[in-house]
T-cell receptor, first 115, second 114 residues
């Protein structure tokens, strides 16, 4: 059973398009995250949701909009894609937000390439 | 502000050598948590270990060991008798007492040469 799954695994698209990445976790966790990993492997938090409520919203362009229909899903929609959006996007989840000792479980990543 | 520094960008070792990956962190919090993750060439991020700031005991798990020293704000990771399968990027991360926001280091890319 896949704990944290993301679709698609690869996404190649043209500049200016709008695309979405979906994430689902079957671990019963309350908190989900989106990270961006650039070409130098640097991992940066983008968003965090706890029980469908936005908790962390780092400085990312407002072209990026997360949506959490329920606590098992956190999708990422990107409008007007730019070349600089090319990266690997990771979804993650963890148990209760207040318990910071909980490790985060990561999805397999979505490699986005903007042409 | 929280910060994690992994000064070693890339390390290459020959199989069976021991290797230590350094991690230095900055925080003003008295309670915090430290983590190590492995990212093999396949790309997924795999949790390795968690340590809280009150537990300075070193930990050993098979060929892996971790040395946590609050006095030097370091949480180093040693692989003994390295193997080719250890080739990966290793990330150290810090989490504050509340909020579970991870602050990742920039990662150390380890290559084990057969």
């Amino acid at each position: 059973d896949t704990a944290v799954s993301q679709t698609p695994k690869y996404l190649v698209t043209q500049m200016g398009n709008d695309k979405s990445i979906k994430c689902e976790q079957n671990l019963g966790h309350d908190t989900m995250y989106w990270y961006k990993q650039d070409s130098k492997k640097f991992l940066k938090i983008m968003f965090s949701y706890n029980n469908k409520e936005l908790i962390i919203n780092e400085t990312v362009p407002n072209r990026f909009s997360p949506k959490s229909p329920d606590k098992a899903h956190l999708n990422l929609h990107i409008n007007s894609l730019e070349l600089g959006d090319s990266a690997v996007y990771f979804c993650a989840s963890s148990q209760r937000l207040a318990e910071s000792y909980n490790e985060q479980f990561f999805g397999p990543g979505t490699r986005l390439t903007v042409l | 502000a929280q910060k994690v520094t992994q000064a070693q960008t890339e390390i290459s070792v020959v199989e069976k050598e021991d290797v230590t990956l350094d991690c230095v962190y900055e925080t003003r919090d008295t309670t915090y948590y430290l983590f190590w993750y492995k990212q093999p060439p396949s790309g997924e991020l795999v949790f390795l270990i968690r340590r809280n700031s009150f537990d300075e005991q070193n930990e050993i798990s098979g060929r892996y060991s971790w040395n946590f020293q609050k006095s030097t704000s370091s949480f180093n990771f040693t692989i003994t008798a390295s193997q080719v399968v250890d080739s990966a990027v290793y990330f150290c991360a810090l989490s504050r007492y509340t909020g579970n926001q991870f602050y990742f280091g920039t990662g150390t890319s380890l290559t084990v040469i057969p």
